[in-house]
């Protein structure tokens, strides 16, 4: 149980054009999605959180215009980046976590997208 | 505000030894905290959570975890290595109902047969 999946898993795409991102929870809800960002060799950032039916929260340095997060279902959410450049080749990671569970539930990633923008 | 510490870059053991990974915290309030391991080009897999309870949490694979107030800490280990167990070791850390965690930077273990 507790699958989440990403797709695509890799993407390449021309600068300026914009990705879409999707992570679904495959066998439970989530309310709440989370996602991050992670250059090679170092740790996870945390985006944004993304609430089902609100709009999202982003932290603090995220550009919530051009990192849209959409999370239309209990299953389903989706990051669009916007007028991709260069600098936002990344690895891009969502993570979720049940339905019904508190701060302290156990939050399931997904596979991860590996974007490259030239 | 919250943090979490992996002072190893990289933990190097021989297959069949013990191994620890460490991880140290800073929270106010109680904290909640995960291990999760990486493997190249692909998500974090959850091996063990600490919530409340006993301070020693056991996981997924044989590992394990114990959980020390005093000393801030939350060391991953595992008495007998395998080769396949090679990969990128992340502690992260939670407080409140944000549901928002903290990781640390990561410790790449590498065992050695």
Known sequence: GAVV????SWVICKSGTSVKIECRSLDFQATTMFWY???PKQSLMLMATSNEGSKAT???GVEKDKFLINHASLTLSTLTVTSAHP??????ICSARAIGGQGRETQYFGPGTRLLVL | AQSVAQPEDQV????GNPLTVKCTYSVSGNPYLFWYVQYPNRGLQFLLKYITGDNLVKGSYGFEAEFN??????HLKKPSALVSD???YFCAVGSGNTGKLIFGQGTTLQVKP
């Open chain 2, 86 to 88: 090679s990969a990128l």
């Open chain 1, 37 to 39: 960002r992670q250059f």
């Open chain 2, 69 to 74: 107030k005093s000393q801030t800490s939350f």
């Open chain 2, 12 to 15: 190097n053991v021989a297959e």
């Open chain 1, 58 to 60: 982003y932290e603090q």
């Open chain 1, 87 to 92: 600098e936002d080749s990344s690895f891009y």
């Open chain 1, 5 to 8: 999946s990403q797709h695509p």
